[in-house]
């Protein structure tokens, strides 16, 4: 393969990771249209940003009518008080109607996937943006704490994958630094509202990843409800395309619960992404594991034969669910053992 120079690699990133030139090309319009929608989607997010919190709502861009009255805070408030939380709206943010649907991100990426259409979901002030199944970007807006320019120390290139997870791990998910996913720390029992378990760690991973590979071209997540058939991470180098599966085990506050047995569903599904996509350099399953120590440590259960000659060995994340002193006491026991 021929090294493609920096200035190139760069070049083709900046294109590449702006949001207007993606979904201008998927849904087959200007890029000016866009913009006007963003910076319109923003200005309204900011306005209706108060000390009442906002409901979750999605903005759904439909660029056959431009007409009509612009969604104003007051009437977004409004009809999110009678129940509807999806607005399709135009360039400008004209208001052509509403809907109560269901705005999990799984289910607002399932929807886009089929109508090939672009949504920003609000999350009070924190924004996803979806584009034909698939989650592109995400900030917050206005700037918050969390909205700070993310450090450099962390940044690696992909190859360096095991030391960005741990990274991730460390720095991220440890002690819910960067995302919530207890809903019952002391009982260790997970979150899976408002959307779905896994849909939290992957887009914790997703955001980490957009940040910290140095040598990506593109990062994007797909988010789904609804069989097997998407990728949860893709990363985009100069090398290729790689795909990172992302499964969870212990139980949830829905009382699902999943088990070691998780893993090797895991590998066999990621077998079927490389036997089906030869364009997959190479996968990697990333597992959140909320199960006790012991159960974390025991040996592995699935059979080796099942991983793919193009997947790494899973990778698992303990959720630590202890104080740093209680981690402290727990592994001087351990070691008196």
């Not at 887009?203 to 990728?231: C, M, N, R």
């Not at 590998?267 to 030869?278: A, K």
Request: hydrophobic share 40%; charged share 25%; glycine share 6%.
């Amino acid at each position: 393969m021929i090294p493609i120079p920096p200035e190139q690699t760069q070049a083709l990133r900046n294109v590449l990771s702006q949001i207007p030139p993606k979904v201008a090309s998927v849904i087959g319009c200007p890029e000016e249209p866009v913009v006007r929608f963003l910076q319109a989607a923003r200005t309204l997010v900011e306005a209706a940003a108060g000390s009442t919190p906002t409901p979750q709502f999605v903005l759904l861009f439909d660029t056959s009518a431009s007409a009509g009255a612009v969604l104003t805070p007051l009437q977004l408030r409004r009809h999110l008080r009678e129940g509807k939380n999806t607005f399709f709206v135009g360039i400008d943010l004209t208001l052509i109607r509403t809907a109560s649907e269901d705005i999990r991100l799984s289910a607002l990426s399932d929807n886009t996937a089929i109508s090939g259409g672009f949504a920003i979901l609000v999350s009070g002030s924190y924004l996803y943006y979806v584009l034909a199944g698939r989650v592109i970007d995400d900030g917050p807006v206005p700037a918050t704490s969390h909205s700070a320019r993310p450090s450099t120390q962390w940044r690696r290139p992909f190859s360096d994958i095991v030391d960005l997870i741990r990274d991730h791990n460390e720095n991220y998910i440890a002690r819910e630094q960067g995302t919530r996913y207890w809903a019952k720390k002391r009982e260790r029992i997970l979150r899976a509202t408002p959307d779905t378990t896994e849909s939290i760690f992957q887009l914790a991973l997703f955001w980490w990843l957009k940040h910290y590979v140095s040598d990506s071209i593109d990062v994007y997540a797909e988010p789904t409800q609804h069989g097997q058939d998407k990728t949860d991470v893709v990363v985009v180098t100069v090398d290729g395309k790689f795909v990172i599966e992302v499964k969870w085990l212990g139980k949830n506050e829905h009382n699902t619960i999943y088990a070691e047995g998780r893993i090797q569903e895991g590998l066999e599904q990621v077998g079927l992404y490389l036997t089906n996509d030869n364009r997959i350099v190479w996968a990697y399953l990333v597992v959140y594991d909320a199960r006790d120590h012991a159960d974390h440590t025991a040996p592995r259960t699935y059979v080796p034969t099942c991983r793919h000659v193009r997947c790494s060995e899973p990778h698992l994340i303990f959720l630590e669910s202890d104080t740093p002193t209680q981690i402290v006491k727990k592994n001087a026991t351990r070691k008196k053992r």
